[in-house]
C-alpha cells in the first residue's frame, strides 16, 4: 500500500484480557516506531526498530507489553493483561532510516471497559 | 515532566490572516524540531522542521522559527485557510536518540472562513 496500516482500526476489550495491534509499514522503510496518544497527551514512545538491529524498548511502560518485527515488515504489539490505563489511540510509524521524517499510520483506538 | 510545552490548547483565526502556533522546550540537548499535523481519526503526518543550527526554515505558507536562547519555537502559517484546521504538534529530538521524538501535546486550529 502507499502508506502505514494499522489493524484493527477500533477495539474494545475486557480488562484483564490481551489484545495484538498490527502494524504494515510503507514498503522498503526500514525503521518502524509505535508511539500511543492517551486522551489529552501527547504522544508517547514506545519501541523502535531498525532494521535487523536489537530494538529499543524503552519507552514500553511495562512488562505487560511486548512486540515484535519480522525482518523489515509487519510489527505487532501485544498488551497481556490490559488495563483501563491502556487505553489510548497507538500509532505505528515507519521512515526510511532513523533521520527521515516518520510516516504515521491512522492508529488503533484501544478503549479497555 | 513535559519537556516539550505546547501552552495553547486551541486557536481561532480567520481565513487569510496569520496563524502562530507557538512551542517551548526545557531539555537543552534537543537539536532538531518538528512540527506534525493530524486530522480527525488520521495519523499525524510531517509538516516542516528544522535544525537547531538554523533560525528560520520556510515552506511555502509554513515557516518555524527558532529562538534557542528562549527554548521556544513557532510555526506561522499565511495566509491560513480552512483546510489547515487540524491539531498541530511540536516534536524534538536529541542527537544521542534521534529517533525518540518526543511530543507536546498539540494546539487545535480553527481556521474560519
Known amino acids: 500500500g502507499a502508506g502505514v496500516s494499522q489493524s484493527p482500526s477500533n477495539k474494545v476489550t475486557e480488562k484483564g484480557k490481551d489484545v495484538e495491534l498490527r502494524c504494515d509499514p510503507i514498503s522498503g522503510h526500514t525503521a518502524l516506531y509505535w508511539y500511543r496518544q492517551r486522551l489529552g497527551q501527547g504522544l508517547e514512545f514506545l519501541i523502535y526498530?531498525?532494521?535487523?538491529?536489537?530494538?529499543?524498548k524503552s519507552g514500553l511502560p511495562s512488562d505487560r507489553f511486548s512486540a515484535e518485527r519480522t525482518g523489515e515488515s509487519v510489527s505487532t504489539l501485544t498488551i497481556q493483561r490490559t488495563q483501563q490505563e491502556d487505553s489510548a489511540v497507538y500509532l505505528c510509524?515507519?521512515?526510511?532510516?532513523?533521520?527521515?521524517?516518520?510516516?504515521f499510520g491512522n492508529g488503533t483506538r484501544l478503549t479497555v471497559t | 515532566d513535559q519537556q516539550v510545552k505546547q501552552n495553547s490548547p486551541s486557536l481561532s483565526v480567520q481565513e487569510g490572516r496569520i496563524s502562530i502556533l507557538n512551542c517551548d522546550y526545557t531539555?537543552?540537548?534537543?537539536?532538531?524540531f518538528l512540527w506534525y499535523k493530524k486530522y480527525p481519526a488520521e495519523g499525524p503526518t510531517f509538516l516542516i522542521s528544522i535544525s537547531s543550527i538554523k533560525d528560520k526554515n520556510e515552506d511555502g505558507r509554513f515557516t518555524v522559527f527558532l529562538n534557542k536562547s528562549a527554548k521556544h519555537l513557532s510555526l506561522h502559517i499565511v495566509p491560513s485557510q480552512p483546510g489547515d484546521s487540524a491539531v498541530y504538534f511540536c516534536a524534538a529530538r536529541s542527537g544521542g536518540s534521534n529517533y525518540k521524538l518526543t511530543f507536546g501535546k498539540g494546539t487545535l486550529l480553527t481556521v474560519n472562513p
Open positions: 510509524a515507519s521512515s526510511l532510516g532513523q533521520d527521515s521524517p516518520l510516516h
Open positions: 526498530f531498525q532494521g535487523n538491529s536489537a530494538p529499543d
Open positions: 531539555n537543552s540537548m534537543f537539536d532538531y
